[in-house]
């Protein structure tokens, strides 16, 4: 039998030949290209305010800037620990106050931030200044406290204080009794709001927050920084504070005290509170990193370090005595480290000026 291939089956053969050869040169698809990576949030920007000392002597304020500049904007004959400071409403000066000692009286220096140039304001030639502020007009106020040279009387069983012909009734609760007057400094010279009668020297007495200008100040030397973050302390035994213990097995110093939490937009923030006659808040620290907590990266502060914390938006900034760390509080980076730094703050965002209280509503009784 003729087992020879005939010339149609020799074709065809030829004919799916040629079309697996076609198939294996067509090329193959193209692979999805690969999705861009997501945009980098950039680093959000800020500005500090912060006290150093100058050189041989003195304190400058100085305005720093995220991106590393630095902008000296006063220098004084005072140490850095002594000053306190506050802005004016508009962001265009500001106030030096050298608390003083025993030896040395308050001293006060007003600064124009647009001019660079700073002017020693003299205080009030009566009682104790204890608070310099900014009312909403941009006058500087001045809050006194007056204990001596204040006659003590009695009329129908009540005691009085007797100053400048009126008499101010003696609350009657503890502590030291006294008065209280509020300055408004116009034209170079200091003119008188308002008094009232109020107790000092004890543990919660009113002071010169008794004065009803106290309260319209936008900004003074004892005022609370709105970006201090507000602590809750934590029972002992409770679960964040045994969770705390087990993961902090050594302190680094022996300050009696507790823990404290501080809620933050990104969670809880912990610190150590000593017990002392001003609780003060110190390392550790801790927050959550991947269900962890860890101390904020690359801290770098001396276990006995006492700090403060402010939050503003997510950025959260530890001060402590001469050392000042910025963090990222989304991505935990620490963004910024100074050294040979006081009082570092945040720079005040600038206020939205209303219509102020008219001078002469603000007068003495």
Known sequence: MDRRLGPALILGSALLLGSACKKSEDPAPEAP????????EPAPSYTLSFLEAASPSGCTWTRHESTGTRKPLATVDAVCERLKLAWGPRGRQGLMVDRGNGELPPRAWQVDFESAQ???LLLPESGHTDTLGFDEEGHVVALVSQLDDLPRKMDSGREYLLHEGKRYLVPDADGTPGLAHAYRHDAGQWKHLETVVSLFEMDGAAGTNALATASRLTSSTFMRDPDRLVESELVEGSEDAARLDAVVKDRGHTAYG????????????????AASELPTLMLPLRWEVNDKLVEPEQLALAPTSSVELRMRDHLLLVSAEQSARVYDAKTK???????SVRGASF????????AAVPASAVTAP
Not at 333 to 339: M, Q, W
Request: proline content about 14%.
């Open 118 to 120: 700073t002017n020693r």
């Open 347 to 354: 720079w005040p965002r600038q206020r939205t000026v209303t």
């Open 33 to 40: 290209a690969p999705k861009p990576p997501a945009p980098t």
């Open 258 to 273: 507790m823990w404290i939490s501080m809620e933050t937009h990104q969670g809880p923030l912990y610190a150590w509170e």
């Open 333 to 339: 980076k620490r963004l910024a480290a100074l050294e």
